[in-house]
C-alpha cells in the first residue's frame, strides 16, 4: 500500500511540475506580446530613450544637432515620423523642427543652450483649432477660414520701437484691432516707465476707427508689484478705454549676462503675479489676456493654475511652417515679427484673433 502511494505522489508531483512549467511558458509569451505592442505604440520613444540623453549633452550647435538626430532616424522604420524628419533634415529645417516631430506628445523648447521637455497636460483645454485651417495670404498675413467671423481679426502690436504711425494708413490697410504699449518694468531697475508714444499711438488708433487693447511687460517680483503694474496701465487709460482685453506682457529675459530681477522667481510665485494683475483689472470691469510664447507658458507659469484666462501666443511662421505650435486653448495668435503695414514703416508684430 505504501508503495503504490509514493508512486502516486511522485507523478502528481511531475504532473504540476508541468503544469507550472506550461503557465510560465504561457505567461512569458503573453508578456511578449504585450511588450511588442506596448513598444510599437511607443516608438518614439524606444528609439530614442538613449539618444535623448545624448542630445541634451549636446550644445545647440544646429550642424551637430542634426547630424544627431539623423543618426537617431537611419534605423530603416517607416515609421510616418521618422520619415518626416528625414524630409526636414533635406529641407535643412532646424533641430527644433525635428524634434518637434519626434517628440508629439511634449512641447519641445531650446533655452540657453538646450533643449526642454514638457509632457502636454490631457486635463487642460486643449488648442481648438485645425492646423489644415490656417492659410496664408498673398500679402503674407495668415487668416483661419473655419472661423465664425470671416477668417479671423487682423491685429497688429506696437510700441515706441515702431516710431510715428500714420494710424489712418493703418486702417485702411486691412487692419482690425491693435495692442498698444502702455509701459513696462524695467528688468533690472524694477521702475515702471510708460511707452514714450502711448498717448499719441491710442490717440490716433482711437481716431481711426480701431479696436483699441493695451499691454504691459512685466516685471513684478511679487503680487503687491503685479497691482502696482495693473494700477500703472489702469490710470493710463482711464480716459480713452479700451476695446479688448488688457494684456499682461510675460516673457523671459534670455540674455544670461543681464542682471534680471525675475531671473530665481519660481513658477508658483510667477503665476500667482499673473492672477493679482488680472484680478485688478477684471476688478474695473475689464477683460484681461496673458502674452507669452512657449518659454513663458511651460517654463515660467503653470498652465494649471491659468485656466480660466484668456492667452495671446506667440509663435513665428516659417517658410514650412504655418501652424502655431502649441497645445493648449489660446485666443490671439502673434504669428509674425516682421509683417509690414501700411502707414508703419519697419517691420511690425501681426496678430491673428480668433473669436
Not at 476695446?243 to 510665485?269: G, L, Q, W
Request: net charge negative; glycine share 8%; proline share 2%.
Amino acid at each position: 500500500m505504501g508503495k503504490k502511494t509514493g508512486n502516486k505522489s511522485r507523478v502528481g508531483r511531475y504532473l504540476v511540475l508541468v503544469t507550472l512549467i506550461d503557465i510560465f511558458l504561457l505567461t512569458a509569451c503573453i508578456f511578449l506580446l504585450i511588450k511588442n505592442i506596448y513598444d510599437k505604440k511607443n516608438y518614439e520613444k524606444r528609439i530614442t530613450e538613449e539618444s535623448l540623453e545624448e542630445i541634451h549633452e549636446i550644445s545647440v550647435d544646429e550642424a551637430e544637432m542634426v547630424n544627431e538626430i539623423e543618426k537617431i532616424t537611419s534605423s530603416g522604420s517607416d515609421d510616418e515620423r521618422v520619415k518626416k524628419v528625414k524630409t526636414l533634415a533635406e529641407r535643412g529645417s532646424s533641430a527644433l523642427e525635428m524634434l518637434k516631430v519626434l517628440f508629439p506628445q511634449q512641447v519641445v523648447i531650446a533655452d540657453e543652450g538646450a533643449f526642454h521637455f514638457y509632457d502636454i497636460n490631457r486635463n487642460l483645454k486643449k488648442n481648438p483649432y485645425e492646423n489644415d485651417c490656417f492659410e496664408q495670404t498673398d500679402d503674407g498675413r495668415m487668416i483661419y477660414t473655419k472661423s465664425e467671423d470671416k477668417n479671423g481679426y487682423c491685429g497688429i502690436d506696437v510700441s515706441e520701437h515702431n516710431g510715428e504711425i500714420n494710424w489712418k494708413e493703418v486702417a485702411e490697410d486691412g487692419i482690425d484691432f491693435v495692442y498698444i504699449r502702455a509701459g513696462f518694468r524695467g528688468y533690472g531697475s524694477g521702475k515702471m516707465v510708460e511707452d514714450k508714444y502711448f498717448i499719441q499711438n491710442i490717440e490716433g488708433a482711437k481716431a481711426a476707427g480701431l479696436s483699441v487693447g493695451v499691454y504691459f511687460f512685466t516685471q513684478a517680483v511679487n503680487e503687491a508689484e503685479a497691482v502696482e503694474e495693473a494700477d500703472f496701465v489702469l490710470e493710463r487709460i482711464k480716459d480713452y478705454g479700451v476695446d479688448i482685453p488688457v494684456a499682461i506682457d510675460v516673457e523671459k529675459i534670455d540674455d544670461p549676462e543681464a542682471e534680471v530681477r525675475t531671473r530665481d522667481i519660481s513658477k508658483d510665485e510667477y503665476t500667482r503675479n499673473v492672477r493679482a494683475f488680472c484680478k485688478r483689472i477684471e476688478s474695473r470691469g475689464l477683460g484681461s489676456i496673458i502674452y507669452g510664447n512657449a518659454k513663458t507658458f511651460m517654463m515660467l507659469l503653470n498652465m494649471s493654475e491659468l485656466e480660466d484666462k484668456e492667452k495671446w501666443f506667440a509663435d513665428y511662421i516659417g517658410p514650412n511652417d504655418l501652424v502655431p505650435y502649441f497645445p493648449y486653448d489660446f485666443r490671439i495668435w502673434q504669428y509674425d515679427s516682421n509683417g509690414s503695414c501700411k502707414g508703419i514703416e519697419g517691420n511690425v508684430d501681426m496678430d491673428l484673433a480668433m473669436y
